[in-house]
């Protein structure tokens, strides 16, 4: 037995199918079962929640991502709801979830592997979603960070950025933070995968973080590069909830025996 991963995917991103076959790959390397649906992006809703009922009674699936975003005609919320919350290891479960969010969680991660304490520092967030900022502003208070949480009506953006201790930028606008932003010798992690055209590329574009590295990296004392920082490590912590929802299945049917 082995634990299993499946993965919902709805529509044909190119950057959604993309990280499904990483995520997908992965599984695979570490000796996990892997199951992807792929469904047109005219499925309904009543199809999508068809597949994930299916998904929560498979006793060899133990844990169920939903691949976001959701076409536009798809309310999320109904979506993620039907997720049985002790499979959801992407931890966004409306109702309140077991494991924590993967992004979110990995770049705690990727703090506490730089020995990097939060404790006490000054720390702006920037972008309120519900995958990322909000979920990462509270497990950040709860390591006694001090953290201010700056979105699309915030003024001063720039000035707040400036006093902050670790700036983590997840608001998706590419290279939106430039180096006159950091304060000399703060951390930066930065979340965003944004892609901007490139006609010097194959694929007419390349990716960009909401950071401008260029700059950042001359000022700051650790940073994160996109791609290849936070990206890896959400996918990291994904296959970790998987692990930990299979331990704890056969933890509970080894005490039924």
Same mark, same amino acid.
């Given at each position: 037995?082995?634990? @299993? &991963?499946?993965?919902? &995917?709805?529509?044909?991103? $190119? ?5 499904? *076959? ?28 068809? /597949?994930? !009922? ?20 798809? !309310? +999320? ?10 499979? !959801? ?14 992004? +979110? $969680?990995?770049?705690? *991660? &990727? ?10 520092? %000054? ?41 902050? %201790? ?23 992690? !930065? ?7 490139? /006609? ?13 590295? *260029? ?6 004392? /650790? ?7 936070? @990206? ?7 296959? /970790? ?15 039924? $025996?």
């Amino acid at each position: 037995m082995a634990p @299993g &991963l499946a993965v919902l &995917l709805v529509g044909d991103r $190119k950057d959604s199918s993309l990280y499904v *076959e990483l995520k997908k790959k992965t599984a695979l390397k570490l000796g996990f079962n892997s199951f992807v649906v792929k469904l047109e992006e005219e499925s309904s809703l009543e199809q999508i929640l068809n /597949h994930i !009922d299916q998904f929560n009674k498979d006793t060899s699936v133990h844990g169920i991502l939903v691949q976001l975003p959701l076409p536009k005609h798809i !309310d +999320p919320a109904l979506v993620l709801r039907r997720v049985d919350v002790n499979k !959801d290891v992407d931890g966004l479960h409306p109702q309140g979830a077991i494991f924590q969010p993967c992004t +979110p $969680k990995g770049c705690l *991660e &990727l703090l506490d592997r730089s020995n990097i304490d939060v404790s006490g520092k %000054d720390v702006v967030v920037l972008g309120r979603s519900r995958v990322v900022g909000l979920p990462l502003s509270l497990l950040l208070t709860k390591r006694n960070a001090t953290v201010t949480l700056c979105h699309s009506r915030s003024q001063q953006v720039k000035q707040k950025a400036q006093r902050a %201790d670790i700036l983590i930028s997840a608001c998706g606008v590419p290279e939106l933070v430039r180096g006159d932003w950091i304060k000399p010798g703060a951390v930066v992690v !930065d979340v965003g995968i944004n892609h901007i055209p490139d /006609h010097t590329k194959g694929s007419g574009y390349r990716i960009v973080g909401d950071v401008c590295f *260029e700059e950042a990296y001359k000022v700051a004392s /650790h940073i994160t590069p996109v791609p290849g920082g936070v @990206g890896p490590m959400t996918i990291a912590m994904l296959m /970790h909830n998987t692990w930990l929802s299979f331990i704890t299945k056969v933890q509970d049917e080894n005490s039924c $025996k």
